[in-house]
């Protein structure tokens, strides 16, 4: 099961209006797009994407639902899909709630878990791209190093890098249990809020997923998707993304340079500082420790 994060700020930044137009961009096991659904009338309309086959196969029990649709596509597409429809710029709220679902973390076989082995993969549509090893197993020392510096702020990122070469060297790597080894093995043993492959996993996992590409392209093409009065609502899970939101949303938000016309932007921001989840909630569900929400709506 996924528990959806901050489900009711995200509803009152999406203010649902029951015969809206809604695109839910990570329908994961469809927590939020359920909601949405609650408060749409028959009129009302949720297109919902997810890049893994797991998702959308989780999600055929709504079906059924006429105001419905899930399709497996990335969310870099987005454009291209509503496009197809007729419906850019005519989306009354675009959601965005990044990252893995529980269910993706907790299936060893999917390959993004330091605590239960299993085959180290991290792609969230296997049927695309290299997976993990596949990765780890040829990429130059550098680029590791440099993704687990970029991506993971590993500050340990030479050592770790330089041992993952070397236990390839003996033979190549195929589980997450084998990776989470070298790492503990290769940064200094003192005790830890986290387990010291955490950095290492989130690092690897954007590569080979090119999350922050994604997201490059989702906050632009989603901002195309809303019409006015629109609300585009984004939660992030680490510091990388939620800095890109910000910006994004801040330039967006922000006065047109005279002489430019018109003088207001036709964006506004609905609050300046991220909204997180409160003790109770983070209490019942750890994942939402770190989430970050911020929305934006076209005002014009
Ligand atoms: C945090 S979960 C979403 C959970 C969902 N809100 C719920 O309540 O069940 C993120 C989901 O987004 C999907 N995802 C991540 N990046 C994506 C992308 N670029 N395009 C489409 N789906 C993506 C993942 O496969 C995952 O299922």
Redesign the pocket.
């Known amino acids: 099961m996924?528990?959806?994060?901050m489900?009711a700020q995200t509803l009152e930044a999406l203010a649902v209006a029951p015969a809206g137009f809604y695109v839910?961009?990570?329908?994961?096991?469809?927590?939020?797009?359920?909601a949405i659904l609650e408060r749409l009338g028959p009129e009302g309309r949720l297109l919902a994407?997810?890049?893994?086959p797991?998702?959308c196969a989780a999600g055929v029990e709504l079906a059924a639902d006429p105001r419905f649709e899930l399709i497996h596509?990335?969310?870099?597409h987005l454009e291209a899909v509503l496009a197809a429809r007729g419906r850019l710029g005519t989306a009354s709220g675009v959601?965005?709630?990044?990252?893995?679902?529980s269910?993706?973390l907790d299936d060893p076989a999917r390959g993004f878990s330091f605590s239960a082995s299993g085959p180290l993969d991290m792609r969230?549509?296997p049927s695309q791209g290299p997976s993990c090893a596949d990765w780890l197993n040829q990429a130059k020392q550098t680029d590791i190093e440099n993704c687990l510096w970029e991506y993971g702020e590993e500050r340990f990122s030479r050592r770790i890098a330089r041992a993952i070469v070397a236990a390839r060297s003996r033979a190549p790597l195929q589980t997450t249990g084998e990776l989470a080894a070298i790492v503990a093995g290769a940064v200094p043993r003192r005790p830890a809020r986290i387990h010291p492959a955490t950095r290492t996993f989130q690092a690897l996992r954007i590569l080979i997923?090119d999350?922050l590409g994604?997201?490059r392209a989702?906050l632009a093409q989603g901002t195309r998707a809303l019409g006015v009065g629109g609300r585009f609502v984004v939660?992030s899970?680490h510091s990388l993304e939620d800095r890109m939101v910000k910006r994004y949303f801040r330039d967006l938000a922000r006065p047109p340079e005279p002489p430019a016309l018109p003088a207001e932007s036709p964006f506004r921001l609905l609050q300046r500082k991220p909204v997180t989840a409160d003790e109770a909630e983070v209490a019942a569900n750890p994942?939402a420790r770190s989430a970050n929400l911020r929305a934006l709506e076209r005002a014009a």
């Open positions: 996924h528990t959806p994060v489900l839910d961009c990570t329908f994961g096991r469809g927590g939020h797009s359920r994407f997810d890049r893994d797991a998702a596509e990335r969310f870099s959601l965005m709630d990044l990252g893995v679902s269910p993706q969230m549509d997923n999350e994604e997201l989702g939660i899970f994942r």
